[in-house]
């Protein structure tokens, strides 16, 4: 049986880890990949070191099926995305001349060098673009690895292009069940649960409501079924605990 489809996901720039911006792209591709059935395996931010960029890229381009980075890819001095994935593969950057024609047609008289470093790609026989309908400045696929921009819209618009493309196994699905009821009092039965239904994987999530604590549990598998049947039992749960579940939508 062929292994399972899996992705990481490189958020790259220190505006992240620094706090000064508030990444809201990891959300959206965990769910979108989930919903074509690539498991995301690992998530990781880095600082504009290109050292740690090219180091990162390089580990996880041998791990996991499709890697996505996202920022870095902008016309200022501190976007050096290209510059480290070019390193990584083991070639110089050139500009690519479609995306360049895209650049100048779209600016016009506004086309400058700066705005022309967005067509920058490394060097490689496998490089392909991604289209951005929202801002033009394309991304690039090199190999497994997809070069996505930082701006949300922008890094939405640039996965959605490339999403037909990418080959999927079965779409993870997920539901939720809530209750005001303490982790520690259903946390021996819950692992009860997840021992008997072994292709569903259960997540608790502690919350505080209206100043009661809760709990929030979380199914997730390719099967309804089993995630019915997961809930229904710690549902049961709750309730013999006195909470009252609410369930959260249907996958």
């Known amino acids: 049986m062929a292994p399972s489809p899996s992705?990481?996901?490189?958020?790259?720039?220190?505006?992240?880890?620094?706090?000064?911006?508030?990444?809201?792209?990891l959300k959206y591709l965990g769910t979108r990949l989930a919903a074509l059935g690539i498991a995301l395996g690992e998530a990781r931010v880095i600082p504009d070191i290109p050292e740690m960029i090219v180091t990162a890229l390089n580990q996880c381009r041998?791990?996991?099926?499709?890697v996505f980075?996202?920022?870095?890819i902008g016309p200022t001095h501190d976007d050096i995305t290209t510059d480290c994935i070019a390193e990584a593969f083991g070639c110089r950057v050139v500009r690519h001349p479609e995306a360049e024609a895209r650049l100048r047609a779209y600016y016009g008289g506004r086309t400058n060098e700066v705005r022309l470093r967005m067509a920058n790609?490394?060097?490689?026989?496998?490089?392909?673009?991604?289209?951005?309908?929202?801002s033009v400045a394309p991304g690039y696929r090199i190999e497994n690895v997809f070069v996505l921009a930082g701006v949300p819209d922008v890094a939405r618009a640039m996965f959605e292009a490339v999403a037909p493309t990418l080959t999927g196994g079965d779409p993870v699905f997920s539901q939720s069940v809530d209750a005001h009821v303490r982790e520690g009092e259903i946390a021996e039965r819950l692992a009860q649960i997840q021992n008997e239904h072994r292709s569903v994987t259960i997540g608790s999530?502690?919350?505080?409501?209206n100043d009661k604590l809760g709990t929030s549990i979380v199914a997730r598998s390719t099967d309804k079924a089993e995630i019915a049947r997961v809930l229904a039992k710690v549902s049961d749960v709750m309730r013999t605990l006195g909470g009252e579940p609410i369930m959260g939508p249907a996958p």
């Not at 041998?62 to 499709?66: G, I, L, P």
């Not at 980075?69 to 870095?72: A, D, F, K, S, V």
């Not at 999530?205 to 409501?209: A, G, Q, S, T, V």
């Open 121 to 134: 790609v490394p060097d490689h026989a496998d490089v392909e673009l991604i289209d951005n309908h929202v």
């Open 69 to 72: 980075t996202t920022g870095g």
């Open 205 to 209: 999530y502690p919350f505080m409501r």
């Open 62 to 66: 041998a791990r996991y099926t499709y």
């Open 7 to 25: 992705a990481c996901v490189l958020i790259i720039g220190d505006e992240i880890l620094s706090g000064r911006t508030q990444d809201a792209n």
